[in-house]
C-alpha cells in the first residue's frame, strides 16, 4: 500500500527567510532581552489590534503570568473547560487557585456558556475561555456571564493566532489573551508565547512577572546607563530570546497566507465529508473566522464496528499523522488523586473524548496530500 512520504511529522515551516533573521540576531550585540522582544512585541499587538503585547517563553508561561496579573491566590476558583492541553488548567494551580471544569458542547468542544452559571460560586475569580481548534469561542455569552459575576475573562488562544470572532481578531476577546509559540502551533519560535490585552498596568506587571520581579530589564539598564534594580514581587525567569523574537517576526507576516491554506485544507476535508456516515467534523460556528489550528472529526464506531485503536494505527502506518486532541483535563491521575475528579464530572467531554481524532492540517499539504488523507479514512 502506498505510504504518505510528503505529510511528515515536521510540524513547523521554516525557511531561508527564518533562518536569516535568526543569524543575523545571533550576530548582533542581544542575545536575549534586545531590540528584537520589543519589536515582536508591536508586530504582535498590531497584528492584533491589542494595545500591548507581552513576549514570553512558552504558551504556558503566558496562562501563568495571566494567572499573576489577576492575582489569583489559594482558595480561589477558576473556570476552565474540561477539554483542553493540561497547561490551561496547570497554571491555575501554579498560582494556588482551583480549576473548576466545566463540559464542552457536544458539536465544536468549546467551553458551553450555560453549564458555567452552576459552577460560579463565591470563590470564582475568572473564567478561561479555550478556543478549541482554532475556533473563537462563544465570547458574548462569556462576556455577558463574566460582566454579571464579575470575573476576569481570559482567553486561551494558543489555537487561534488568526481567528477571528464578530469581526473582532482573537487576540482582543478577552481581558487577557494567551498565545503559544511551540512548533506544532500556526506559527513558531520553537518555544515561546504571548499575552495580549488592553490593560496596561496588567503588561506592566507581566514585564515585570517574566523578569523574576523586577521592574527594569536589562536592556533599559543599559540604555540608563545605571546597575540598580530592585526585585518587586516574587517573579519567574519567563524571558523569551532576541534570536527567538526575530524568528517570531518573520513567522507572524506569513501568517495570513498559512491561515488561508489551513482553511483550503479544512474546505476539502468537509466536502469529502459531507455525506459521510463515519466521519463527522466538528461545528463551525457563523461569524467566526476559524485558524484551523486542527481539523477534529467524530468517528461512528459504533456502526463501523472498529475502534479508535484500529484506526489511529493503521492511519499511523500508512503515514497520516493522526492525533487525539485531548483527555478531558480531570482525568488525569494529578486531577483525579489531587482534585479527587470523579468520572461523570462531564459527561459530553468523556463521551465525544471516546469519538475524536484530529486530521492533519497544515499549509504544507498538497491537494493530494489532503486526498491522500481523505482515501485512507473512506478505507474503513
Ligand atoms: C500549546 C498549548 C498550551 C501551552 O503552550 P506551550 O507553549 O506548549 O507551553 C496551552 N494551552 C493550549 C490550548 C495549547 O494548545
Given at each position: 500500500m502506498n505510504t504518505l512520504p510528503i505529510v511528515s511529522s515536521k510540524a513547523q515551516i521554516v525557511d531561508s527567510e527564518d533562518i536569516r533573521a535568526v543569524v543575523e540576531t545571533l550576530q548582533s550585540d542581544w542575545l536575549t532581552t534586545g531590540p528584537q522582544v520589543e519589536a515582536f512585541e508591536n508586530d504582535f499587538a498590531s497584528f492584533v489590534g491589542a494595545k500591548e503585547a507581552v513576549a514570553v517563553n512558552s504558551g504556558t508561561a503566558a496562562l501563568h503570568a495571566s494567572m499573576a496579573a489577576i492575582d489569583i491566590q489559594p482558595g480561589d476558583e477558576v473556570v476552565v473547560p474540561a477539554i483542553t492541553f493540561v497547561a490551561t488548567a496547570n497554571a491555575i494551580v501554579y498560582e494556588g487557585g482551583t480549576p473548576v471544569f466545566v463540559d464542552v458542547d457536544v458539536e465544536t468542544l468549546l467551553i458551553d456558556p450555560q453549564k458555567i452559571e452552576e459552577k460560579i460560586t463565591a470563590k470564582t475569580k475568572a473564567i478561561v475561555a479555550v478556543d478549541y481548534a482554532g475556533q473563537p469561542c462563544n465570547y458574548d455569552a462569556l462576556q455577558a456571564i463574566a460582566i454579571k459575576h464579575n470575573l476576569f475573562l481570559i482567553a486561551d488562544a494558543c489555537h487561534a493566532i488568526g481567528g477571528v470572532y464578530k469581526g473582532k481578531k482573537v487576540g482582543t476577546l478577552a481581558d487577557l489573551n494567551t498565545f503559544s509559540f511551540h512548533p506544532v502551533k500556526n506559527i513558531t519560535t520553537g518555544e515561546g508565547g504571548m499575552i495580549t490585552t488592553d490593560n496596561e498596568k496588567f503588561a506592566r506587571e507581566m514585564r515585570c512577572f517574566r523578569n523574576?520581579?523586577?521592574?527594569?530589564d536589562h536592556h533599559q539598564r543599559a540604555q540608563k546607563g545605571t546597575w540598580y534594580y530592585e526585585q518587586k514581587i516574587l517573579g519567574f525567569n519567563y524571558r523569551l530570546t532576541d534570536f527567538q523574537c526575530a524568528l517570531g517576526r518573520v513567522q507572524l507576516k506569513k501568517l495570513p497566507a498559512w491561515i488561508a491554506r489551513r482553511q483550503k485544507i479544512a474546505r476539502q476535508f468537509d466536502q469529502a465529508f459531507l455525506n459521510s456516515g463515519f466521519v463527522k467534523p466538528l461545528t463551525k460556528n457563523s461569524e467566526i473566522i476559524h485558524a484551523y489550528h486542527l481539523y477534529v472529526v467524530k468517528l461512528n464506531f459504533r456502526d463501523y464496528s472498529i475502534t479508535r485503536e484500529q484506526v489511529f494505527t493503521m492511519l499511523r502506518e500508512k503515514g497520516v499523522q493522526v492525533n487525539v486532541h485531548y483527555l478531558p483535563v480531570y482525568l488525569h491521575p494529578f486531577y483525579r488523586e489531587k482534585y479527587g475528579a470523579a468520572k461523570r464530572l462531564c459527561p459530553v467531554a468523556e463521551q465525544v473524548y471516546e469519538e475524536i481524532l484530529s486530521l492533519p492540517v497544515s499549509p504544507s499539504m498538497s491537494d493530494t496530500d489532503v486526498d491522500f488523507v481523505i482515501d485512507q479514512l473512506f478505507e474503513f
Open positions: 523574576h520581579g523586577i521592574e527594569t
